[in-house]
């Protein structure tokens, strides 16, 4: 009865440790404290003796464990998923071309998405994906090579911090701008440089490609926020019928049955062309310039709207 009591309570202590590895809390105090009763002293060689005996037990089932700055971590799974060969051929491009994409956070995503499909890989499966890996012809260069170097130059600035002035083409006119530089964006054919502007004091994205140059100025930008907030009234149906987009809020309908929206860090250029959609429903109430810029766009519309029928 002794040895079957001994013996559930080593498997319960594995079980226990399993459960720290798959929730990625197996940090160093955390394990000790699990075979804390087997420690007859606490001399570094006995804990070592009884950590080794432990891990040892996993591996018999196959299961591989690493110790990384003080914290054990699951390498394999006790369960492994079956890959056909074309699952991992797919697995090897996607790996492949991450090394040229050039979105930093996508690539960590895309990075934590393999390394969660090769821990539930067996290990002849893992060998066949390293060896493609390895072995692999595949160019993924062309992705935005025609502006690779423009890219690189604006994540370097967007790091080091200092106040840029930009030349570029907007709409075929040559434009100035002089802004902080935050990020550099993409969608799925351009990239852009998202910057905020200190003159009309807005965020903008120019298209990479429409850079003529870019001078960095010998002055650090504030740490400041450069989220700007734009508030703006919805009436009628659509003020009951509107979803909040990302980045905003509202309190609800107002005693005249009015939506009353707060939007931060949405480009302007993007929100004013979206805002213009609602045309007589909506009015922008702050910040001023960009009211004023709204209404400018829509007396030049309706002015060229006037001249088509004119004809």
């Given at each position: 009865m002794k040895d079957n009591k001994k013996l559930n309570e080593g498997c319960l202590k594995i079980f226990q440790l399993l459960e720290l590895l798959y929730e990625?809390?197996?940090?160093?105090?955390?394990?000790?404290?699990?075979f804390k009763d087997e420690l007859a002293d606490q001399t570094t060689n006995n804990i070592q003796v009884i950590l080794n005996k432990n891990?040892?037990?996993?591996?018999?089932?196959?299961?591989?464990?690493?110790?990384?700055?003080?914290?054990?971590?699951?390498?394999?799974s006790l369960y492994s998923m079956p890959f056909t060969?074309?699952?991992?051929?797919?697995?090897?491009?996607?790996?492949?071309?991450?090394?040229d994409f050039p979105d930093e956070e996508i690539d960590k995503n895309i990075l934590s998405f393999i390394n969660n499909i090769q821990f539930r890989m067996s290990n002849s499966d893992r060998n066949i994906l390293n060896n493609l890996s390895q072995n692999?012809?595949?160019?993924?260069?062309?992705?935005?090579?025609?502006?690779?170097?423009?890219v690189e130059q604006c994540r370097k600035i967007c790091k080091e911090g200092?106040?840029?002035?930009?030349?570029?083409?907007?709409?075929?006119?040559?434009?100035?701008?002089?802004?902080?530089?935050?990020?550099?964006?993409?969608?799925?054919?351009?990239?852009y440089l998202k910057v905020y502007d200190t003159i009309s004091r807005q965020n903008i994205e120019i298209p990479i490609n429409n850079i003529l140059s870019i001078a960095k100025l010998p002055q650090i930008a504030k740490k400041v926020e450069m989220t700007t907030t734009v508030v703006y009234k919805l009436k009628n149906r659509l003020a009951k019928t509107y979803h909040l987009k990302e980045g905003?809020?509202?309190?609800?309908?107002?005693?005249?049955?009015?939506?009353?929206?707060?939007?931060?860090?949405?480009?302007?250029?993007?929100?004013?062309?979206?805002?213009?959609?609602?045309?007589?429903?909506?009015?922008?109430l702050s910040p001023k310039n960009l009211r004023?810029?709204?209404?400018?766009?829509i007396n030049e519309t309706l002015s060229q709207y006037e001249e088509k029928n004119n004809k």
């Amino acid at each position: 009865m002794k040895d079957n009591k001994k013996l559930n309570e080593g498997c319960l202590k594995i079980f226990q440790l399993l459960e720290l590895l798959y929730e990625d809390k197996a940090d160093y105090n955390r394990v000790i404290a699990i075979f804390k009763d087997e420690l007859a002293d606490q001399t570094t060689n006995n804990i070592q003796v009884i950590l080794n005996k432990n891990m040892n037990a996993l591996k018999v089932f196959g299961i591989k464990v690493v110790k990384i700055n003080n914290k054990y971590k699951l390498q394999s799974s006790l369960y492994s998923m079956p890959f056909t060969l074309n699952d991992l051929k797919a697995i090897s491009i996607l790996a492949n071309c991450i090394k040229d994409f050039p979105d930093e956070e996508i690539d960590k995503n895309i990075l934590s998405f393999i390394n969660n499909i090769q821990f539930r890989m067996s290990n002849s499966d893992r060998n066949i994906l390293n060896n493609l890996s390895q072995n692999s012809n595949y160019d993924f260069s062309f992705f935005y090579s025609n502006i690779k170097e423009q890219v690189e130059q604006c994540r370097k600035i967007c790091k080091e911090g200092f106040i840029i002035n930009v030349y570029y083409l907007n709409k075929g006119k040559e434009t100035f701008c002089k802004c902080t530089p935050q990020d550099v964006l993409y969608d799925t054919k351009n990239a852009y440089l998202k910057v905020y502007d200190t003159i009309s004091r807005q965020n903008i994205e120019i298209p990479i490609n429409n850079i003529l140059s870019i001078a960095k100025l010998p002055q650090i930008a504030k740490k400041v926020e450069m989220t700007t907030t734009v508030v703006y009234k919805l009436k009628n149906r659509l003020a009951k019928t509107y979803h909040l987009k990302e980045g905003e809020t509202s309190e609800g309908l107002n005693a005249n049955g009015e939506l009353i929206v707060i939007n931060k860090g949405e480009p302007f250029d993007k929100l004013i062309q979206r805002l213009m959609r609602y045309t007589f429903n909506c009015e922008i109430l702050s910040p001023k310039n960009l009211r004023e810029e709204m209404i400018k766009l829509i007396n030049e519309t309706l002015s060229q709207y006037e001249e088509k029928n004119n004809k």
